[in-house]
């Protein structure tokens, strides 16, 4: 994706965000906001917090491998429309086989009321630390218990906005070299581009919450936010937005100013008790959570600016995925670069593996964008620029080049066939097929599709793209158009309904990824269609290596070899399992069929009977 149509979608997306919010003169007042939190372990003052209940189940040795119990900070997002708690419905809980008991601790003078369920809910009515308490019991009577403290205290301000400088107790004070970068991002400038007319001639109470600081209209919340910093300063919507306005409220209103735009404690939480308390080591009393519930205050705002709600169907949100549980901790320590959100951020910020975090993280909107750097288009970490394992260097991915960086083999194909210690390729070979190469090849080359070359952007410009036609809304609410495409990276919905729409750019007429096949290439004398086709491939030489003496399990590590397995053996059981990635009919069909024959060809001696070959 070029930079300038990085720039028109943007334009764009903010304009459908403002068209969202309704149109009413730049001096009207909007409905009231619907409630949100910020998942966040800092928040202001008359602000609700919401945090969800979690559990390890315990092992068979509950005294060895006690159950655990965890808290996950929730957002309340603008999309669920929650005006009162007792609006809020509760979400089914992620896990199975537990009761919750939660209790808090409040500090003094707060009169805080504990909603409970699968969420806990209260409001921090009252400055000071609040200690959340959860015991989790499984049907065994094994009981885990954890706490949450959350923070409640003031903003602060950053200071360091576009004509303003900071005084000793703000944010880029201190952090001069963040404050720099995130001047440089869209969220350093949305309320002064809007208060100047150049995104739309209104600004309401809901675009105000979005596009500036601790903006919280209700009574309770007194907190040093953007709104009561106004009130007392006498500052009000302008009743043209045009330019020059921002100059002006800096001159006239450099203390409200200061609270304007998305900036730090929008995200980090208000930071009077980071500036000026003693803060443990381990309690920097800031928040510095990745939840993407954060990032739904503003992006889970209306149906064309739901970005939070389509991730909510992906697999990178899915807090019980054996790829994010399993593979972490110091044991793992290769495999947290895809498998941590946080190891993720270590590795590409080039941290040295034996340095970099290892913790649980599931792959939230920070973990692929940083909130703190513009350089590349859309704040990724990664663009344009990868090198696979195998040393394929792949230049101008754009934006996939982020996918790229964890949905690859892992492996050298010669190293693992080759060398003393055979090994075979990681779940996902997307990269490589795309990009016709990662299969162990004998040094032959490969005819190969030409999706890699001519799908703009690779895999965003299908697994990110959107859906054509109006869907019906399911029962959440939620219609179908989000349940594919977009930050959901899926390319069928729930209900099975595939996403041709973007397959028909080229392929005109289509209604289905199963498209007929040109040739038989499996030899089973049917033409049938290209899954069809890569499936009987599979199972012929699946055979082809048994019989050789290779033992294919259903579990890692998938094969087992003969002493005496020769290189074309295991050349043959590497492209098996390469080959076995769900997608690489799609991804790459030419590559994956010529490389299934030229397996069986080299474990048989003969070429797949019947079957048009298009192996050299």
Wanted: aromatic share 8%; glycine share 8%.
């Amino acid at each position: 994706m070029s930079r300038h149509l990085y720039k028109m979608l943007l334009v764009l997306g903010v304009a459908l965000l403002l068209m969202a919010f309704g149109a009413i003169s730049a001096s009207g007042q909007g409905d009231e906001p619907p409630i949100t939190t910020s998942a966040a372990n800092v928040v202001g003052v008359g602000n609700y917090v919401a945090a969800m209940a979690y559990a390890v189940p315990a092992g068979e040795d509950a005294a060895a491998e006690p159950a655990q119990a965890l808290i996950f900070p929730f957002g309340i997002y603008p999309l669920m429309n929650v005006q009162s708690i007792d609006d809020f419905q509760q979400p089914e809980s992620p896990v199975e086989g537990f009761t919750w008991e939660w209790s808090l601790e409040a500090p003094d003078g707060s009169a805080a009321e504990l909603v409970t369920g699968n969420v806990a809910i209260f409001l921090a009515d009252v400055e000071g630390d609040y200690v959340l308490t959860l015991n989790a019991t499984d049907e065994s009577g094994n009981t885990a218990t954890t706490t949450w403290t959350v923070h409640a205290t003031t903003y602060v301000g950053n200071g360091g906005s576009e004509g303003l400088e900071p005084d000793f107790d703000q944010c880029a004070f201190c952090h001069e070299d963040q404050a720099a970068s995130w001047r440089e991002t869209g969220h350093a400038s949305i309320f002064t581009r809007a208060i100047n007319g150049e995104l739309a001639p209104m600004l309401t109470d809901e675009m105000m919450s979005h596009f500036t600081t601790g903006y919280n209209t209700s009574p309770e919340a007194d907190n040093g936010g953007f709104d009561d910093v106004a009130r007392e300063a006498g500052w009000s919507v302008p009743e043209t937005l045009e330019a020059g306005n921002w100059e002006s409220m800096i001159e006239e209103f450099p203390e409200v100013a200061d609270m304007a735009n998305v900036q730090c404690e929008a995200c980090h939480g208000p930071g009077n008790f980071h500036v000026n308390l003693a803060a443990p080591q381990d309690d920097p009393m800031i928040s510095l959570g990745m939840s993407a519930g954060t990032c739904a205050q503003c992006h889970a705002s209306s149906t064309e600016h739901n970005t939070v709600v389509q991730w909510e169907q992906s697999g990178h949100s899915d807090m019980n995925a054996q790829a994010f549980w399993y593979p972490i901790g110091e044991d793992h320590a290769a495999c947290v670069r895809c498998h941590s959100g946080v190891g993720y951020i270590d590795y590409v910020n080039g941290v040295e593996q034996a340095e970099a975090r290892t913790d649980y993280q599931v792959i939230t909107c920070s973990v692929c964008h940083d909130p703190h750097d513009a350089e590349n288009p859309n704040q990724l970490r990664v663009f344009d620029s990868v090198v696979l394992p195998n040393g394929t260097d792949v230049t101008d991915a754009g934006p996939a080049a982020t996918c790229m960086t964890c949905h690859n083999a892992r492996t050298v194909p010669e190293t693992s066939v080759e060398g003393e210690n055979f090994s075979v390729p990681h779940y996902s070979t997307a990269a490589e097929l795309m990009n016709g190469t990662g299969g162990y090849d004998w040094g032959e080359t490969l005819p190969s599709s030409l999706h890699g070359d001519v799908v703009p952007d690779t895999c965003i410009g299908c697994h990110m793209s959107a859906v054509l036609d109006e869907q019906p809304a399911n029962a959440e609410g939620v219609t179908e158009e989000h349940m594919v495409g977009g930050h959901t990276f899926s390319m069928t919905a729930a209900d099975g309904t595939e996403n041709v729409a973007v397959c028909q750019t080229c392929h005109e007429g289509v209604e289905t990824f199963a498209f007929d096949a040109e040739d038989d290439y499996d030899g089973d004398g049917t033409v049938e269609t290209n899954q069809d086709e890569i499936a009987g491939l599979l199972e012929a030489l699946t055979m082809a290596v048994q019989d050789a003496g290779v033992e294919v399990l259903d579990h890692h590590p998938y094969f087992t070899l003969p002493e005496d397995a020769s290189v074309d053996l295991k050349g043959a059981v590497y492209n098996l399992k390469f080959a076995r990635d769900d997608a690489s009919t799609i991804h790459n069909f030419l590559y994956t069929v010529s490389l299934l024959q030229l397996s069986y060809e080299k474990v048989t001696g003969e070429p797949v009977p019947n079957a048009v070959l298009v192996a050299p």
